[in-house]
């Protein structure tokens, strides 16, 4: 028994709280955001382009205009003219929604935790994209649901991998309720599902008895102009949506929805309400203010600009500095380009040198929960600036030719340290999401 369980307290906890662990990487994480540090670790919005200025203003009208009623508790579901706005945003993306079938919650992060609660049980399987997002990751594993990874490709989520793993989810005796997939310029692979295949994922889970759970965060982040249509517009009864104004506009507001089925929304009510009564008021009207009254397309235009040309700056600069054998993907939006490295590297083993190198990105572990991804890397080009970027990926460059050397040389490379890895029932460093 580890010296930690002797804790009386820890004693007294819940079993399920044994999925609930901090990363190993997080000390790590702290020397990532040193300023000599290029990190292409965070998934965090570049957010100077913001009309700082005005929203002050807008905020201080709020208060003036309605503090009252910013300031008290508020409805479990989420105001109805935000409610209202959700569905005029959604509708981007082709869904028909009315705002009694949304809940807002404290960011999609939020959302996540509902409904694993509302759906599994200990045990529960929870079907996700191999790789998946590791906030999504660490929110099953806290509700003790058991992932299994779908291949994915350069158009998302393999359907004929849905409907092997489907089966043998059923001849293992154990039951699938969720397909979890992030369809638009995904986090962390950075693919987008294509149309098709959307029709197809619909179809295989509807027919198994699998609910989707849709995150859409990245979707109007898109670098051409196609928006593809969100896979809840085509089978609104077997997808629950999840959507965020993190990206779009700020993560400080955390503010996002759920909109589900009319069944499940009602427990979501009642869900969001034993979590935290109901979420802030005020930042919900300071987002419904921001929709009305703020030239919110064009906000998200600058943002798609901003990150296309760091997107550029990343994938020129790993067509210069990787070495050979490695390969990348080139993603049409979001946030993230997933790096795969030849055969011997250990991404989670070299990231204390890659540190030393002042360089971050987190490792491929973190976005499985069984272990994979020991080759892999993603890489975030959303905040530093395209000089950084190309700067962070020479860096990298240097990192994986004396990685090589070693390799060459004896045989293996940076030794892995089991306590770095950030793969099983690990809740993420919060820069790393
Ligand atoms: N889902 C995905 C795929 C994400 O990338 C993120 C944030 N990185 C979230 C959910 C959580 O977003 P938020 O809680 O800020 O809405």
């Not at 990751?137 to 003790?144: D, I, P, V």
């Not at 998302?156 to 699938?176: C, K, N």
């Not at 109901?278 to 906000?299: E, G, H, T």
């Not at 190309?390 to 060459?408: D, N, P, Y």
């Amino acid at each position: 028994m580890s010296g930690r369980s002797l804790d009386p307290q820890l004693q007294r906890n819940a079993v399920r709280t044994g999925g609930m662990r901090a990363s190993a990487i997080r000390a790590l994480f702290a020397v990532v955001n040193r300023p000599e540090v290029v990190s292409l670790a965070g998934g965090m919005p570049f957010l100077d382009s913001l009309p700082l200025e005005q929203l002050a203003a807008e905020t201080g009208r709020l208060l003036a205009d309605d503090g009252r009623v910013a300031l008290q508790y508020g409805a479990g579901q989420g105001i109805p003219e935000l409610r209202e706005q959700i569905c005029q945003v959604m509708a981007l993306e082709g869904i028909s929604a009315h705002p009694d079938d949304v809940v807002v919650t404290i960011g999609s992060q939020m959302a996540l935790d509902l409904v694993t609660r509302i759906y599994c049980d200990p045990g529960d399987v929870i079907l996700a994209e191999a790789p998946s997002y590791v906030g999504a990751l660490g929110t099953f594993s806290a509700y003790q649901a058991q992932v299994v990874h779908v291949e994915t490709d350069d158009d998302g989520l393999v359907p004929a991998a849905l409907e092997a793993a489907i089966a043998a989810v059923r001849e293992s005796g154990r039951r699938a309720k969720l397909l979890y997939t992030v369809p638009n310029f995904h986090n962390p692979a950075g693919v987008t599902l294509s149309v098709d295949r959307r029709a197809q994922v619909a179809r295989i889970c509807a027919e198994a008895g699998i609910t989707v759970l849709e995150d859409n965060p990245y979707g109007l982040l898109g670098f051409s102009d196609t928006v593809y249509p969100a896979i809840r517009s085509l089978d609104p009864d077997n997808v629950i949506y999840l959507g965020s104004f993190s990206k779009t506009f700020a993560p400080g507001l955390r503010v996002g929805w759920v909109l589900a089925p009319h069944a499940v929304k009602e427990k979501l009510v009642l869900a969001n309400e034993s979590a935290i009564l109901n979420p802030p008021m005020f930042n919900q009207m300071m987002i419904s203010r921001y929709l009305a009254n703020f030239d919110w397309q064009s906000q998200i235009k600058t943002y798609r600009e901003l990150y296309a040309e760091r997107r550029d700056a990343m994938l020129a600069a790993l067509e210069t500095h990787m070495p050979a054998g490695t390969t990348w993907t080139r993603p049409d939006g979001g946030f993230y380009v997933w790096l795969t490295l030849p055969e011997g590297y250990d991404t989670a083993a070299m990231l204390p040198r890659a540190v030393t190198e002042r360089v971050a990105y987190v490792p491929g572990t973190a976005f499985y929960a069984d272990g994979f991804g020991t080759r892999q890397m993603r890489l975030s080009f959303c905040y530093p600036t395209p000089e950084r970027i190309v700067e962070g990926i020479r860096r990298l460059g240097t990192v994986l030719e004396a990685e090589q050397e070693m390799l060459r040389t004896f045989g293996v490379g940076s030794v892995s340290r089991p306590d770095l890895r950030l793969g099983g029932p690990t809740a993420p460093a919060p820069d790393a999401v």
